[in-house]
């Protein structure tokens, strides 16, 4: 089956995603798109642009697979010639409905948020399938439908929400473990603690260097790996942190390489994670498959991915428990380091999780084709 991957925000996640699925499937996947940055943009215009590229091209795929970047409603309307039998998926990393926005953000200041996720909405009733990377993802934008929908003055079409519902499922992010070729040791003297997250609002840094400087105050001693990508608006407290903490880092900032990169997860020991956002949690599993200890919140895709496997130690309720937690990571820092949960990142490698993707699709593609709806009923892996 050719599979054609549309990514109109074609960076971080997003890029490794696609690059994972074309380089593991079984299936001949090409990628049409664009660079990523201008988000807001590109899911305005990003349509228009993609769809006059496939337009020209002479590439006809069996399936059309988007992501939740793209306005698929105005692709498939400038496309209709070639796409009208073609059967579509569109695969939401995030949503713009019950993502956190930052209160800073002048859309949300001037009441004009409303329309990405409007975006998302039409984008995922127009699709044969909707795929989710996490099933709490998928049950956050389908439970904020209604409320989403009531915000607007009459015909709110609530029906519609069954519809998308029936077509929905999940599909866990694939991961490329591989790259993480050599495995460290961990020797050093004070237990390291990680930060490897995007340096955004939604992540909650505040509540993380809080947290870290209680801890210190109590007398308890670590160094400190805060890595990531940082963009110009990036919350304050990290330039405030970086003096607090200045003889405790041992790396800060973004890293030119991935071999920098695994070297770091590699060499920490603790993840404390405090997000107030997490659809998936890339960062935190491949901090894991590098012999990370994680300590998370109980909510969002942790209690998916975590919690629900049992490992209620990695869980914590309460900026209280979460002290407790670090704090006896930090005394019993050779226990922590003997134990592993590798196994549970493993479980999202691309080379384990693949077979899935290809039979999701074809019958995606075949269900499609004969006019039937596809419900996986939010099936796991």
């Known amino acids: 089956m050719k599979i054609l991957i549309l990514e109109p925000y074609f960076t971080g996640s997003h890029k490794q995603w696609a690059l994972g699925y074309k380089k593991y499937s ?14 807001k943009w590109r899911m305005h215009g990003g349509a228009i642009t993609l769809a006059e590229s496939f337009n020209n091209s002479d590439w006809n795929p069996d399936l059309i697979l988007c992501t939740d970047m793209l306005d698929l409603t105005t692709f498939l309307s400038l496309t209709r010639r070639k796409t009208k039998h073609i059967p579509v ?7 713009q409905i019950s993502y956190p926005w930052s209160p800073k953000d002048r859309d949300k200041i001037q009441n004009r948020d409303n329309h990405y996720g409007f975006i998302n ?9 909707v795929f989710f990377n996490s099933k709490f993802h998928m049950n956050s934008f389908l439970d904020n439908l209604s409320p989403f929908l009531k915000n607007f003055p009459d015909h709110n079409e609530l029906d519609t929400i069954s519809n998308i519902r029936k077509k929905s499922g999940v599909l866990h992010v694939g991961l490329e473990l591989s790259k993480f070729k050599t495995k460290h040791a961990k020797k050093n003297t004070f237990p390291i603690i990680l930060w490897n997250h995007r340096w955004e609002y939604d992540k909650n840094p505040e509540l993380f260097f809080k947290v870290l400087k209680k ?8 160094k400190l790996i805060i890595i990531g990508e940082s963009f110009g608006n990036s919350p304050q ?27 770091c997860l590699y060499k920490a020991d603790i993840l404390p994670v405090t997000s107030n956002q997490e659809f998936f949690g890339v960062s935190v599993m491949e901090a894991v498959h ?3 200890w994680p300590i998370l919140p109980n909510k969002l895709s942790y209690k998916e991915l975590f919690a629900d496997e049992g490992l209620l130690d990695n869980i914590y309720d309460g900026d209280s428990k979460l002290i407790e ?4 990571a930090i005394t019993n820092i050779e226990k922590i380091r003997e134990n592993s949960l590798e196994s549970i990142s493993a479980k999202y490698d691309w080379k384990n999780i693949v077979k899935y993707y290809d039979t999701c699709l074809l019958y995606t593609s075949d269900a499609a084709d004969e006019g039937l709806g596809v419900d996986l009923g939010g099936r796991r892996i």
């Open 26 to 39: 079984k299936h001949e996947v090409t990628i049409l798109s664009m660079k990523g940055q201008f988000w």
């Open 89 to 95: 998926g569109i695969y939401f990393h995030e949503n």
């Open 121 to 129: 909405y039409v984008s995922a009733l127009s699709a044969d399938k």
């Open 215 to 222: 801890i210190k105050g109590n007398g308890f001693r670590f």
């Open 237 to 263: 407290i990290f330039e405030e942190s970086k003096i607090d903490f200045k003889e405790d880092i041992l790396e800060w900032g973004y890293l030119k390489t991935f071999d920098d990169y695994a070297e």
């Open 290 to 292: 590098c012999g990370v």
């Open 325 to 328: 937690r670090i704090e006896f």
